[in-house]
């Protein structure tokens, strides 16, 4: 298959590309960096765009088979400044609204577009359990994720099948939240964040790749699916396995003023709780190869 991915440099979009091209499909990337445009040294070819002037090489996705969307400025970058916030907002709707109107457009269009979503879709759920079926929040990232998913519906109006893949949060010695934690906890100086109470809806960079590609290839799927481990963890209970698999200690932690005081508004992410689980991918017959914490975070310090 030609498949066409945005996003391919961040932790998620690497190692999906990588997986296609291990299986001998054709990757094109959506690059913004002139320099990266046509064939390059890995085999993949590059094709232009700028999602904030909404402007894309429409004719380099004629053809394409699917097309994978995943960009987006990342939240835990930086401090939520109003500039940033705007940022994840435009980096988000702009992008999509520019991949969704080119797709429509298209002679040739794909037979699917995947386009990323997120469980903050849900908003803090605490201790409450959710799916693709529950409403959205209303804080600010739901909303975010709400206008998100909205963009894509040129594509889907033209006859596209559209998927949104809603994805927790992904474990990875590569990037991403354990990215960041892992050299802490190698040295002892692991632990709880806040009350350690709020559940974080977790899965392996693996599970990740393979659900994106399995959303690809399933016919059926379209609209909002969960893209998470089928047992959501407390940041308690995924610190005790993070400190045993690495044979250290975890008797810190964290308070949550501190945690204001540092990272702002943002540190609501890291207190928040989102309790999601895969009712859609695990009712198509989706098997996950790292179902529990431990398996995840075994299988993230092999990435």
């Known amino acids: 298959m030609r498949i066409a991915v945005t996003g391919s440099t961040g932790l998620i979009g690497s190692a ?22 046509g064939r390059q040294p890995d085999g993949t070819v590059g094709i232009g765009w700028n999602p904030h002037l909404l402007q894309i090489d429409a004719a380099g996705l004629e053809g394409t088979d699917a097309v994978v969307h995943l960009a987006g400025a990342g939240v835990a970058d930086r401090r939520w400044t109003q500039a940033y916030r705007q940022e994840i907002h435009d980096s988000r709707v702009l992008g999509t609204e520019t991949v969704a109107g080119a ?12 386009s990323a ?48 893949p809603r994805t927790g949060l992904v474990l990875s010695a590569r990037g991403g939240a354990l990215g960041r934690m892992l ?18 809806s977790v899965l392996s960079l693996a599970d990740e790749v393979a659900a994106m590609r399995f959303l690809i290839d399933r016919a059926e799927m379209s609209g909002p699916v969960d893209l998470t481990g089928p047992r959501p963890v407390t940041n308690a209970e995924l610190t005790e396995v993070l400190g045993r698999v690495l044979g250290r200690p975890t008797v810190l932690a964290v308070p949550e003023f501190a945690l204001k ?34 398996s995840m975070v075994r299988a993230a310090l092999l990435d």
């Open 16 to 37: 999906l590309v990588r997986s296609l091209l291990a299986d001998g499909h054709e990757v094109v990337r959506l690059v913004r960096q002139r320099s990266r445009v």
């Open 103 to 114: 797709l429509a457009k298209l002679k040739r269009p794909p037979r699917v577009l995947v």
């Open 117 to 164: 979503s997120a469980v903050g879709y849900y908003g803090q759920t605490g201790d409450r359990v959710v799916d693709e079926d529950s409403p959205a929040g209303d804080d600010f990232l739901a909303r975010v994720c709400v206008e998100w998913e909205a963009a894509a519906r040129p594509a889907e109006d033209a006859g596209i099948r559209v998927v949104h």
């Open 183 to 200: 050299p802490l906890f190698r040295l002892g100086l692991g632990g709880r964040l806040g009350s350690g109470g709020q559940y974080w």
């Open 261 to 294: 005081t540092v990272l702002g508004e943002m540190a609501v992410e890291v207190v928040g709780s989102h309790r999601v689980l895969p009712e859609r991918l695990l009712a198509a017959g989706f098997r996950f190869r790292h179902p529990d914490a431990e």
